[in-house]
């Protein structure tokens, strides 16, 4: 009687929950990086990076003149995130390293004993609460003295982040398993002015996103083989590397179409994730600029060649792929554009759209669940059914309201796709993570753009932390293990 009592009561409670639930090894996560929560830009001995420069020199560059200057406080307020990751009930806790508050210029020469500091006493703290650290050693926030010598498009960035990675194992890797090298390359070597700290003066488009791709491909091999030769024996960590990828669905069944769209996903993904799974940019890629790049009239391809020892060198350098997924668009064909002006966009070609049923976020993107199991499926096929780590998803609004009811849509809705791709597609997806833990400095959007599960009020010095109806929904999913 008791019995049927309660399973009377569990199908009236959740007649809508999905059949599949999460598998016991699948771990859940939130994210953050250390320029978008820290603040202490300057605190015990930190060194400027190139966001500190950016929006110091020119703080109309963000769209309330904001900065990262104090952001979330986290540098302070640390103890206070690590109760809410646990209030969460995560198993992991995804964040990132500054570079210069560990190596204030930069070079691994001068170490801040106060910015390792920080950091062991926040993994101790994640650690004493049950909770895993994953660390990014680059989200961002480059040291802003490489500006001086070009940066990533100054082949001893591969040195220099080689040096500081060998650092971070030392320091922190008896404790942190699992480690992102670069966050979203993509997008550091589009918006390059942004993320250098410099204007491109040197370098045209269409070269200059190619060397900068060249030498993070080039410095994450050498940060993987430094923890295979030095460190995996006794500390038996992984590493891997996170991309972003928006889903580029074939507008139709028109052969064209999807050729247009894999075309696409071979540019946007396959121009990192090949050369670390296969040691070599993808075919369609080496094609087309090698073959743009000649009606250009340049002597060679505007796409750097690795050597066959480079190619040695980058193969298999992942234990895992993390996954960045957020948006997705609808591709088709388009004619070949003009020979001129180089550009990626015109080597990537084809066009995209979005279809006008899918439904708007509140900021940028749209809400097309679809493109997250498709964007999991497509990653197995394409690489040799690795394991994925979902490193980031999560859902944008303007107002950081605490009644967070579309916010929770969003994400049933990406769990919901995440579970079809494991018990449907099989696909080795093993973490979720919410990007964020809380509303932070979200770029040149500064402020005015929140992701958090907490709200954080940033008219306030304690900048505090209030949890949105969000938190609740995703502790039920962390605990229940179903959407
Ligand atoms: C999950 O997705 C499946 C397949 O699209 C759908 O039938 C089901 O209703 C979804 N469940 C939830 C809770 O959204
Ligand atoms: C932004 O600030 C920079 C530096 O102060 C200035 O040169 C520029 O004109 C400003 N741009 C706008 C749109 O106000």
Known sequence: MKLLLSAILLYTISPTKSQWSFPDDFKFGVATAAYQIEGGWNADGKGVNVWDHLTHTNPNFTIDNSNGDIACDSYHKWQEDVQMLKNLGVDFYRFSLSWTRILPQGFASEIN????QYYNNLIDELIAN???PCVTLFHWDSPQMFSSFGGYYNPVFVDLFANYARIAFKLFGDRVKTWIT?????????????????????????????LCTHDLLKAHAEAYHIYDNEFRAQQNGKVGITLNFEWSEPASVKSEDVEAAEQRRQFEFGLFASPIVYGNYPEVVIKRVAHRSKREGFPHSRLPKFTLTEQLKLKGTY????????????????PEQPFGEPSYDKDVGTERFVDPSWEDTEWDGKIAPFGLQNSLKWIKATYKNSLIL????????????????????????????TLQAIHQDQVNVKAYTVWS??????????FTVKFGLYNVD?????RTRTAKKSVEYYRSVIKDRVV
């Open 182 to 210: 670069f966050n979203e390359p993509k997008v550091v070597c589009q918006d390059y002015n942004e993320f250098m700290g410099l204007v491109n003066e040197v370098y045209p488009n269409g070269v200059i996103e190619y």
């Open 319 to 334: 234990d895992f792929i993390g996954l960045n997924h957020y948006n997705s668009w609808l591709v088709k064909a388009s």
């Open 130 to 132: 049950g909770i895993e």
């Open 437 to 446: 833990l809380m509303d932070n400095f979200e770029w040149a959007q500064g």
């Open 390 to 417: 979902i490193t980031e998803n999560g859902y944008p609004d303007k107002t950081g309201t605490l009644e967070d009811n579309r916010r929770i849509n969003f994400l049933r809705q990406y769990l919901n796709a």
């Open 458 to 462: 940033f008219t306030t010095n304690e």
């Open 113 to 116: 004993t106060a910015g390792v």
